[in-house]
């Protein structure tokens, strides 16, 4: 018999190695703080804003996306540049202004770290903004976490996912990856992980499901029975 690698060497109830995170609708509320930096850099040149709901819609694909996709379609290249500019500038001094984990997530961190499960947050949101997050909401209980850069693609190229297991030591097939949008399911898939999808993020079921995703959790304690079974 050959010897058995991964997930099979303590059967088919092993817990994951790794869990890997998505950050913003996944772990963090960032939606509001993300809006306003949105509509605050569009009306310094005197752009159409959006609703809350409708930047939830938005993001998802990084910053840069968010804000292409926010200007008018007739904005040239310098002008979104500087708009850019003024969103990151302005979101960088107030990122935590009504930013919070979502209910049970604090909890649910500690019981897969006391489970021995490795944790990891992969975020197309910038670098520098990472850190900030990480430590005012989070010190000491993730064991890696990587925000976009340049030298990495972002999600949902495997990329960042895979450098993130590098340094924690995780082989892919040994982690799970949680998100909370369709970027998230196709990461997953082009990683080689299963998916867990959550639903208090920022999109709904139905987007989810036509994305392909599979396993559903409804809570952040229902994500952690999913990690542990």
Known sequence: MSPLTGREELGAFMAYKAAVFDLDGTLLNTIVDLAWATNYALEQFNMPTYTVDE??????????????????????????????????????????????????????????????????????????????????????????????????KRKPDAEPVHYALAQIGVDPQDAVYIGDSEVDVATAHNSGMPCISVTWGFRDKETLLAAGATTLCNTAEEMVQEILK
Do not use: W
Request: glycine share 6%.
């Open 55 to 152: 930047v939830r819609q938005m993001v998802g694909n990084g910053i840069a996306k968010l804000i292409r996709d926010a200007v008018p379609e007739s904005t040239d290249e310098a002008t979104y540049q500087r708009v850019l500019a003024c969103f990151k500038e302005h979101y960088a001094d107030h990122s935590l202004d009504n930013t919070a984990p979502y209910p049970g997530i604090l909890d649910a961190v500690d019981t897969l770290r006391a489970a021995g499960v490795k944790c990891a947050v992969v975020s197309n949101k910038p670098d520098f903004a990472i850190a900030d997050l990480m430590t005012n909401f989070f010190p000491g209980r993730f064991d890696f976490a990587l925000g976009q850069r340049d030298d990495l």
